[in-house]
């Protein structure tokens, strides 16, 4: 891998610099792009071959000028950028700026793109939990999600429906334009749930999932009594690595769930309790049925074909953990 290069955007996120930090630990030169490398530049410590790179993502014509230029000479281009907001500017940020990436891929003979979407992308309506999720089979509606007011998640539908159609391929990762197959980049897209584990960024603890889980542990939420349901969970290294090996695969593509699986909350709480030693999950709803309630299921085959070893739930609470307390946060 010495000699590859490869193109991280959104590098300075939770996903994106580990993603960063195992590319490098892996001995590949790694172009991190941010909007600003002033701020990015803690990124060149994460390891050895790590350069900053200034990137403004907003429309086509001029994202693709300044792709140009960053991906001259590159193997592989990760997009980990993103934003949660609920409003359209996500789901033409996401949209556009992913379009120009496959586009200027193919220009410039990038072999590969892997996108960071999410698991809001694979909920199609009435999907029973206990039927397991397929990456290739279940597609969100992304009308029925803009009409609920869903953007983030929609923008995850919409991105992964352009991408696929970008490289001439449908929903199910077929090939449909077999010139334009052959032209474009392979196409990987991730799909993850709750991220958790340690943060790269030596900054404040940022995002959702970090904050959030800081909240359970102060009981500043879910402290009446554990939740009747369940949560995908993986852990933020392990999803880098799921990235990292379907990039290096030449026969993955398409869509892979970065989950290692939904775990019941009382799993999750009770887990919680044993690497936390001040933490103690409360009780049960009095009438609900724990034992009825199934977590959500998926197929695991196209996730595990890429040889990845997940690490168990306890190791990424137990890691999580003390990393809040060096911090300070709990
Ligand atoms: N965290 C989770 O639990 C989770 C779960 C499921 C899916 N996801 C998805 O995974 C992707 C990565 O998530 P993350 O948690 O790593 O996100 P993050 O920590 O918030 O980082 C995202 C990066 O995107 C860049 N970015 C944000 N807004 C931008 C803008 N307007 N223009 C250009 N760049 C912008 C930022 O880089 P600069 O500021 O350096 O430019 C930022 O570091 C997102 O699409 C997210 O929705 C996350």
Not at 80 to 102: H, K, P, R, Y
Not at 201 to 206: A, L
Request: with cysteine; aromatic share 6%.
């Amino acid at each position: 891998m010495k000699a590859m290069k490869a193109v991280v955007i959104g590098a300075t996120g939770y996903v994106g610099s580990s993603v960063t930090q195992l590319l490098s630990q892996k001995g590949m030169s790694v172009v991190a792009c941010s909007r600003d490398v002033r701020k990015a530049s803690w990124l060149t410590n994460l390891g050895d071959g790590v350069t900053i790179s200034p990137l403004q993502l907003s429309k086509g014509g001029e994202t693709k000028e300044q792709l140009r230029v960053i991906l001259d000479g590159a193997d592989v281009a990760f997009f980990c950028a993103g934003f949660e907001q609920q409003s359209q500017e996500t789901v033409d940020f996401m949209c556009e700026n992913t379009l120009s990436l496959i586009e200027t891929a193919k220009e410039k003979g990038v072999g590969c793109v892997v996108l960071t979407s999410s698991g809001g992308s694979t909920n199609p309506k009435g999907l029973e939990d206990s039927t397991p999720k397929s990456e290739v089979l279940h597609f969100s509606d992304p009308e029925d999600q803009l009409a609920r007011g869903k953007f983030s998640p929609a923008a995850k539908t919409l991105m992964e429906i352009g991408a696929f159609k970008a490289v001439g391929r449908n929903h199910k990762n077929e090939v449909v334009d077999e010139a334009l197959a052959e032209a474009s980049p392979r196409l990987v897209i991730m799909n993850p749930n709750l991220i958790l584990g340690p943060q790269l960024d030596p900054g404040d603890i940022k995002g959702n999932s970090l904050p959030w889980v800081c909240r359970i542990l102060k009981k500043q939420t879910m402290s009446e009594h554990i939740p009747n349901d369940s949560m995908s969970i993986i852990d933020v290294r392990d999803l880098a690595a799921l990235h990292v090996a379907a990039a290096m695969n030449e026969s993955a593509s398409g869509r892979y769930f970065g989950v290692n699986k939904s775990f019941s909350w009382k799993e999750i709480l009770g887990a919680f309790g044993e690497v936390c030693e001040d933490y103690t999950p409360p009780g049960l709803k009095e009438g609900e049925d724990y034992e009825g309630k199934v977590p959500t299921q998926f197929d695991h085959t196209r996730k595990e074909s890429l040889g990845v070893e997940l690490r168990p739930l306890k190791e990424t609470l137990g890691d999580l953990v003390g990393f809040l307390r060096e911090k300070g946060a709990i």
